[in-house]
């Protein structure tokens, strides 16, 4: 029997797959040849591309999230000075960048920017396959990916392997023609406040998870079962606000850096809006961990500027300062990394 | 093994080449082996309570059809019904009555901490469950014979395009086709060719595009306004319905590849004057199924208007609860009930019959019903009850219509949602009005429409959780 019944069936399942082949690869070679060279320094996989080729010895990077990349100011740190910061990267991408950084023959200090998740090991959520799909030729990136369990195979077929990510590459294309965002080597900074009434909303929303939290640990204490959902609830709010220590994650960080004692390591935790580190109970334990980096290993450097006085007007969110906070945030790091780096012997220096 | 995944693009075209290469009477086989593959891909211990339940059911048919003793017939149905039921509760609603007895207990002061018993839900079990049920219960009242073909009534339980969320096919209009050769036509193949793509569309494009936004907007409810929150409500019905209805179109697709026809599921439901026209049209194999099997049978106890009202009322919570063991699905339920109860009494006064007059006050009206089924979804997607309040509370209280406040957070997600929407009505009304001479060109932009705007975020259907 003819498969699909007839003829006729059989040659339009056959025309169906020949065209979805064709529009696929058209589609593909666009992006390849004419979408992706349009991509400016904030966009996620170019970072990874100048990282992987950038030879300049004096180039100083800067490693974090996208609180990272709002907060360090190129320009403001020195000419040398590019944010490679992206969205959603912790460790689970910093390490890649550093592993890449730490083959170059170079001595220059690396900047990290450090929050209470940065440690916490998901890479489906941190590691974004459209920032590295446009540089898959790359054996360490391939051999980086499936490390994590992020690279399918479908990948790997020309026509579907940037599937699932044009729009976000169109989107990082357009970002900087739109808007308030002003882009400085990599920094994506937003000259912008919400307002007192939309930043309330924000500081609220992060008040009433703490207190959510501490509703559900009472209600546990008291000897009321939670509902499946509530463990739930409870569990997410616990991971969402303190800090997360992951001793394996911390151990392998510090032996990158003794191995490399020739470079300096710069940890910064950028400034959040005091609501945001309201619920954080273990903020102990980030100040043990900094004060043991700061006296136990003399190539890393750890700056806390959490707490660091700004006001209202100069936060995007709870979460993420604007350009003002950044201007302010960034000359006073500046003084503190000049200070550090002429003078390392001086303790004073640290926050 | 998910619909949306490379696998399933190379199982499919690899079982159908296979069916058409074999001769007809091996091609059960061949199905059956396909089927159970496709649900093993999943977690394979699960495959041995379709096996149960497709001995259990299809030895208790054929004892049912054979005995001719009324009580023994009984006991056969009762067999069926409470190994299926059984597993059903088990897997899916012990832990809800578990935790509702032990908070319950709890305020008489007795301490009865009942172990959780962390169960990982089957996928599908709810679809299979109500369709094997059916075959027995017919066979019981006598509307169809008894299937004697083991590997057959095996398939009917476990036929892969509509194993793990429907539609929930009769055993009636089932197993005829999977015994019969088919028939295929040209125009079966365009139909199944056109609806796959559809149901790509609706699910990669639509649904997964949606999702983003909603799954931020009810992530941070504490920091959305009333404005976000009523568009999420919004957004997320559109998902849910490009979700379920794509999952069913890729069914019905995959299924007429092989020349079998699997009954139409959605009709338009969103875009309905009452809440009794949306679910005629909404999840129709579900609803004809709670209909036949259940409201109908009530309804010969008494068929009062104020006990068909209670048994309406009871069916649409029975259909809430049938989703999930939450209060949230139950509140869904029983809001719905009480919706369409109202709109009811309501359709004979003369103000009505006015409405129903004009077309443009009927738009109206469907605009607001509507509204309504966008406002009932909050308790759906909600994780409780506490949380939906919490959602009209903000939605009644803060919802204003100034458009900087509603895109002052997750911006580019709002606006991608609103596109791919659109397109989706733009899609509908397209496939509707669609002409032979036009497929090449639908075809094409279908797939650039996957292909270009398609999500890659392996979500899964919603409708499997249920």
């Known amino acids: 029997m003819i498969p699909f019944g007839t003829t006729q069936g059989l040659k339009l399942v056959i025309s169906t797959l020949v065209i979805a082949a064709l529009v696929a690869l058209g589609i593909d070679q666009v992006f390849q040849h004419f979408v992706l060279p349009l991509r400016t320094d904030i966009s996620n996989s170019y970072k990874i591309e100048r990282l992987l080729g950038e030879t300049d010895p004096e180039e100083i990077p800067v490693f974090g999230s996208s609180k990272g990349r709002s907060s360090f100011i190129p320009d403001s740190l020195g000419d040398k000075v590019f944010n490679y910061s992206m969205e959603k990267a912790n460790f689970d991408v910093i390490f890649f960048l550093l592993e890449t950084e730490l083959a170059k023959d170079k001595d220059g200090p690396i900047i990290i920017e450090f929050n209470t998740r940065s440690f916490v090991h998901r890479p489906a959520h941190t590691i974004d396959l459209s920032t590295f799909m446009p540089i898959k030729d790359n054996q360490a990136v391939i051999d980086y990916l499936d490390e994590n369990d992020r690279l399918d195979d479908f990948q790997l077929i020309p026509g579907v392997r940037y599937y699932g990510s044009y729009i976000r590459y169109l989107r990082s294309l357009t970002r900087k023609v739109t808007s308030e965002k002003i882009t400085n080597r990599g920094g994506i900074f937003i000259d912008y406040y919400p307002g007192d009434r939309l930043l309330k909303r924000f500081t609220d929303s992060r008040y009433k998870m703490i207190e959510k939290r501490e509703e559900l640990e009472d209600k546990m204490a008291s000897g009321i079962p939670l509902t499946y959902m509530e463990v739930q609830v409870l569990e997410q709010l616990q991971i969402n606000s303190d800090f997360a220590v992951n001793k394996e994650r911390i151990a392998k960080f510090e032996a990158m850096a003794k191995e490399h004692s020739n470079r300096d390591f710069i940890m910064v935790f950028t400034p959040h809006h005091p609501s945001e580190l309201a619920g954080v109970r273990n903020f102990n334990k980030v100040d043990s961990l900094f004060t043991q980096w700061n006296t136990a290993i003399p190539n890393i450097h750890a700056f806390d500027y959490s707490r660091f006085e700004l006001p209202d007007s100069c936060f995007k969110n709870s979460s993420h300062i604007n350009l003002e906070g950044a201007r302010r945030f960034c000359a006073a790091l500046n003084d503190d990394i000049e200070y550090l780096l002429n003078e390392s012997d001086s303790p004073e220096a640290y926050r | ?466």
């Not at chain 2, 005995?67 to 609603?93: A, E, H, I, Q």
């Not at chain 2, 999977?178 to 028939?183: A, D, I, T």
């Not at chain 2, 890729?250 to 439901?269: D, T």
């Not at chain 2, 999840?283 to 259940?294: F, N, P, Q, V």
């Open chain 2, 1 to 466: 093994m998910l619909f949306n995944s490379l696998d399933y693009l190379i199982f499919l075209p690899l079982v159908v080449a296979a069916f058409y290469l074999i001769p007809h009477r091996y091609r059960w086989v061949l199905l059956l082996a396909a089927s159970y593959y496709f649900y093993m891909c999943w977690k394979w211990q699960y495959i041995f309570l379709i096996l149960i339940s497709t001995m259990v059911d299809f030895y208790a048919g054929i004892q049912i059809a054979k005995t001719p003793d009324k009580k023994k017939k009984r006991w056969f149905l009762m067999l069926s019904l409470c190994v299926n039921l059984g597993f059903l509760f088990y897997f899916k609603y012990f832990n809800f009555f578990t935790e509702n007895t032990s908070i319950l207990l709890s305020q008489f002061n007795i301490l009865a901490d009942f172990k959780y018993y962390d169960i990982l839900l089957p996928v599908g079990i709810s679809f299979y469950t109500f369709q094997t049920l059916s075959y027995t219960i017919d066979v019981y009242q006598g509307k169809s014979e008894p299937e004697t073909h083991l590997g057959y009534f095996a398939l009917y339980v476990a036929y892969f395009p509509q194993l793990v969320a429907g539609p929930i096919e009769r055993s009636t209009r089932l197993i005829p086709q999977l015994r019969r050769e088919p028939k295929v036509t040209p125009e079966d193949i365009r139909y199944a060719v056109n609806k796959i793509l559809l149901g790509f569309f609706k699910k990669l494009v639509v649904a997964d595009t949606i999702s983003q936004y909603v799954n931020l907007v009810y992530a941070n409810v504490d920091g959305t306004t009333g404005s976000q929150l009523y568009w999420a409500a919004f957004l997320f019905s559109i998902q849910l319905f490009a979700d379920f209805s794509g999952y069913t179109d890729i069914a019905m697709g995959s299924a007429r590849l092989m020349g079998v026809r699997l009954m139409e599921n959605f009709k338009r439901p969103l875009w309905q004057e009452n809440h009794s026209a949306y679910w005629a049209n909404w999840h129709i194999s579900l609803t004809s199924w709670i209909r036949d099997y259940i409201y109908v049978p009530l309804a010969k106890i008494n068929e009062s208007r104020y006990a068909l009202m209670v048994w309406s009322l009871f069916i649409l919570v029975l259909i809430g609860f049938w989703h999930g063991a939450n209060w949230t699905f139950i509140i869904f339920g029983f809001v719905n009930g009480i919706v369409m109860l109202i709109q009811r009494s309501l359709r004979y006064t003369s103000f009505a019959k006015i409405i129903r007059s004009n077309p443009y006050t009927m738009h109206l009206q469907k605009f607001v019903n509507l509204n309504l089924l966008f406002l009932e979804a909050v308790y759906f997607r909600s994780v409780d009850v506490n949380m939906a309040h919490k959602i009209y509370g903000k939605i009644f209280t803060e919802f204003n219509l100034n458009i900087g406040e509603l895109l002052s957070l997750y911006k580019f997600e709002f606006l991608m949602s609103i596109f791919v929407s659109v397109l989706l009505w733009g899609t509908i009304l397209f496939n509707e009005k669609l002409k032979f001479k036009y497929n090449l060109l639908y075809v094409t932009g279908m797939l650039f429409l996957i292909i270009f705007l398609g999500q890659d975020l392996k979500n899964s259907f919603v409708y499997f959780q249920f």
